[in-house]
């Protein structure tokens, strides 16, 4: 996730683009980078860090004109420095892009491209753009633009900028967003609305395959055909921070409904949909390096360690290595037995938790292979561990993690049909049935978020209550403690998730007449043991709602009410029976007044013990 802007009018381009930028830092403030058209000449100018660092760099002697393009970078491929830093162009300077999302076949373009000569200065996927835009040019931009479209494969939008064709920039997108703001004598483009709104509220939407054409006087659409579209356009009537939000009234829920698109991009490159495997080229790991490791650590804390307890079951029961899940501030100081066939999997969206890099530290000193699972790339885990495992989920603002959870436990499930088929312990054909699940699970989530009324209309009849409980076994216990956490950091009702066969071992005396209890209910091997204890909190006269697939009328017989998901494998039931437990926390906060994305007591990165 990056922010992208363009501008190209009467006015100095620069200022706008800096300002436009500053306001989509939220998707991405690794490095920053502008190009503008001086003259005939393309000067490009960008570098690491955030955007007072460019400011701070070109302070004095601001590019002159008034055509260009911007960018605020979330790295994907290629640590945060320089030279990764977008814009990026060909070694003439005379093709220029920016790019959000990500170029799958990028390697292989790359490649080719090497042979004919060209020269590579970044390790971004986006560079081979620039490249191909110099070798397909033919003398009309949107031609060479189409060219470039039947080349590359996987999700962006793009900004492109040519010298041969100065009064114009052409931009498309796919899967990626993409905004143009219509003005008088000028027009911009953006990633996000933010940053146009001071200039302008008249926009259009781009959607996926359309091929903008802007310049100062007008915009035209077409698709890859040259087929002309005409848009929609809207007038905006959002404040700014709304706007900032998406139009959300929080980033926890703007967050909870980019899980769809965070989902996608961390499989791209993995879930290979052709072949029906999953590949992680990133570790190359062979069958005899996996036949070595006998014992698995998964280390985290928080929302991250309840990922890796979910973790647990997909690496035991896929690739049937035994692990351990461990809380980072009591693995690091518990000597745990490790040696060199140990793996120890560290887990963490922000990649700087103090604990975890800890617990990382301690486990290579003790020998351990380690393997860092993170959603920012050049982070300290990433630095630190000898190979590291991205989740593409883009900025998480909310303290409460949402997409960032999802995005783990999604890549802990990839990464355990990979090894299960390296170990040989998971038959192919089961293997495929997972991989064509999870082809659908964006979509799934998708539709799911799209009707929550009945999540809404429970979170506001419970929102008074002192306490919940959460029930669950085997996977859906682990999801159950993820839903407890989320309720109880965001509206402070006290929450627990217990293993629902443990609750008769003590905590069944606190099940009282309207206690709610959520239930969850998608595991099929432990399916009747889950409804049994389903009805041993009825008989005390607790509310259940009970999580299960679309089509479980048995539910129904049972539970006060039913929250249904759409049907899936029990191994992918996690990723859509969290969203219930995300959403019904996020509204019973918002009854209860609490400040969502800024829970009391709490940070988002804990970077102190
Ligand atoms: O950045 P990390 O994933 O290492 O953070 C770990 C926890 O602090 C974090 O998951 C925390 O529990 C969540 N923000 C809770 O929603």
């Known amino acids: 996730m990056c922010g992208i802007v363009g501008y190209i009018g009467k006015e100095q381009a620069a200022p706008f683009l800096l300002d436009g930028m500053s306001k989509l830092e ?41 055509i260009g393009i911007g960018h605020t970078r979330w790295a994907t491929h290629g640590r945060p420095c320089d030279r990764n830093s977008h814009p990026h162009a060909d070694e003439s300077g005379k093709f220029v892009v920016v ?43 949107e031609s060479t633009v189409k060219k470039i479209l039947k080349v590359i494969k996987g999700s962006y939008s793009l900004v492109f ?46 959607s996926d395959g359309e091929i903008a054409t802007v310049t100062a006087d007008g915009v035209w659409v077409q698709d890859i055909n040259g087929t002309p579209i005409s848009k929609k356009v809207f007038v905006v009537n959002w404040n700014a921070e709304a706007a900032e939000k998406g139009g959300f009234e929080h980033f926890m829920l703007k967050e909870i409904y980019e899980q769809p698109k965070a989902i996608r991009d961390t ?35 928080g929302t991250a360690y309840h990922a890796g307890i979910v973790g647990k079951y997909y690496l035991e029961q896929l690739a049937r290595v035994p692990v351990e899940v461990d809380i980072a501030s009591e693995f690091r100081y518990r000597s745990p037995l490790i040696d060199s066939n140990t793996l120890c999997i560290v887990i963490s969206q922000s990649g700087e938790t103090s604990d975890t890099l800890a617990a990382l530290r301690e486990a290579k000193k003790l020998g351990a292979r380690t393997l860092g699972v993170t959603n920012v790339v050049g982070s300290a885990v990433a630095r630190e561990a000898d ?20 995005t783990q436990i999604l890549a802990m499930l990839m990464l355990a049909i990979y090894v299960g088929r390296l170990r040989n312990t998971l038959a192919e054909d089961r293997a495929k049935e997972l991989v064509r699940g999870l082809g659908m699970v964006p979509e799934q989530v998708h539709e799911l978020l799209e009707n929550v009324d009945q999540i809404k209309v429970f979170a506001r009849q419970y929102a008074s209550c002192e306490d919940a409980f959460f029930l669950g076994r085997s996977l859906d216990y682990a999801v159950a403690l993820e839903g407890a956490l989320k309720l109880k950091e965001i509206s402070y009702i006290h929450a627990e998730a217990y293993a629902a066969g ?16 959520i239930v969850l209910a998608t595991q099929s091997d432990v399916y009747d043991k889950t409804v049994s204890n389903l009805q041993e909190v009825k008989a005390r006269e607790a509310v259940v709602i009970a999580i299960g697939f679309v089509g479980d009328e048995n539910l129904k017989k049972y539970a006060d009410s039913v929250i249904y998901i759409p049907k899936t494998d029990k191994y992918i039931a996690p990723l859509m029976a969290v969203l219930p437990l995300q959403l019904l926390a996020y509204y019973a906060a918002l009854t209860r007044g609490c400040d969502v994305d800024k829970p009391r007591n709490l940070a988002k990165s804990v970077t102190v013990e």
């Not at 491209?113 to 020269?119: E, I, P, S, T, Y």
């Not at 970044?122 to 931009?141: I, K, P, Q, Y």
């Not at 443990?502 to 209890?517: D, F, Q, R, S, Y």
């Open 26 to 66: 939220y998707r991405g403030y690794d490095s920053a980078g502008i190009a503008v058209m001086e003259g005939s000449k393309i000067r490009l100018e960008k570098c690491v860090g955030r955007l007072d660092a460019l400011r701070a760099k070109i302070a004095g002697d601001m590019p002159v004109g008034t």
């Open 267 to 301: 499989m791209t490159g993995r879930v290979d949909k052709e072949n029906e495997t999953i590949t992680f080229p990133e570790l190359n790991w062979t069958s005899e390096g996996m036949a070595q490791i006998n014992k698995i650590f998964i280390v985290a804390c």
């Open 161 to 206: 900028m040519t010298e041969h064709e100065p009064g114009k920039i052409i931009c498309t997108k796919k899967d990626n967003p993409l905004v143009i703001g219509l003005g008088e004598g000028e027009n911009f483009i953006a990633s996000d609305i933010p940053a146009i709104i001071s200039r302008t509220r008249r926009t259009f939407i781009m």
């Open 387 to 406: 190979q590291v495992v991205y989740t593409y989920a883009g900025p998480e603002i909310a303290v409460a993690s949402t997409k960032a959870y999802t």
């Open 99 to 141: 790019h959000n999302g990500i170029i799958e076949n990028y390697l292989v373009i790359k490649e080719e491209l090497l042979a004919k000569g060209h020269v590579f200065l970044s390790e971004t996927d986006t560079e081979v753009v620039s490249h191909l835009m110099a070798e397909l040019w033919d003398g009309d931009f």
């Open 502 to 517: 443990e609750l008769k071992h003590g905590t069944l005396a606190l099940i009282v007449e309207g206690v709610p209890v």
